[in-house]
């Protein structure tokens, strides 16, 4: 099964208001990335934020981290039409014989209405 | 700088069949990365190479798939035989040194099977 998971699975939102996704994970990580995938296309890196660190910003991103709850959070200030797409979590933790070390929520697909 | 480049873009094979994807990562990128996303569910990592040696082939199905990255730096992907369940797009990504670092996605191969 999928270590990180999304939350909500999709949400739709008015431009210029924030937008919140939610990962949570099982086990212990090195590391939680967050990407952006519009339609057909790959993955684009946004944010990589380390087991020590608790809050990353980049822009209009920020993203907490809590390795005690083990989640994870995005937020989107002033959304713009161009932040359509899905987001994904991923998270790079310790190496299971039945599980691969890097592992990708199913993602929350994310819709900004004009 | 370029990124991720992978061909074909599209292909449609019938079950039972061969196919072959191939990846040219960043220049300079140490670690190389395939990955097999469903529609509606996040990117699953079938191997990650580092140079030209396995890091991780955990859930790669090696009974069918197979994997190579020659002198440590473009890389082909193999299906055969192919299944139904294989269809999915198949994305390439990079990392500089290993995954403590962003990946880079190319827009991957859409894989159809008939």
């Known amino acids: 099964s999928q270590q990180g998971e999304e939350d909500p699975q999709a949400l739709s939102i008015q431009e210029g208001e924030n937008a919140t996704m939610n990962c949570s994970y099982k086990?212990?990580?090195?590391?939680l990335q967050w990407y952006r995938q519009n339609s057909g296309r790959g993955l684009v890196h946004l944010i990589l934020i380390r087991s020590n660190e608790r809050e990353k910003h980049s822009g209009r991103l920020r993203v907490t981290l809590d390795t005690s709850k083990k989640s994870s959070s995005l937020l989107i200030t002033a959304s713009r039409a161009a932040d359509t797409a899905s987001y994904f979590c991923a998270t790079d933790g310790a190496m299971y014989s039945s599980a691969s070390k890097i592992i990708f929520g199913s993602g929350t697909r994310l819709s900004i209405r004009p | 700088e370029a990124g991720v480049a992978q061909s074909p873009r599209y292909k449609i094979i019938e079950k039972r069949q061969s196919v072959a994807f191939w990846c040219n990562p960043i220049s300079g990128h140490a670690t190389l990365y395939w990955y097999q996303q469903i529609l509606g569910q996040g990117p699953k990592l079938l191997i990650q190479?580092?140079?030209?040696?396995?890091?991780?082939d955990s859930q790669l199905p090696k009974d069918r798939f197979s994997a190579e990255r020659l002198k440590g730096v473009d890389s082909t992907l193999k299906i055969q035989p192919a299944k139904l369940e294989d269809s999915a797009v198949y994305l390439c990504a990079s990392s500089a040194t290993d995954s403590n670092q962003p990946q880079h996605f190319g827009d991957g191969t859409r894989l159809s099977i008939l």
């Open positions: 086990t212990s990580i090195n590391n």
């Open positions: 190479f580092q140079n030209n040696g396995v890091v991780d």
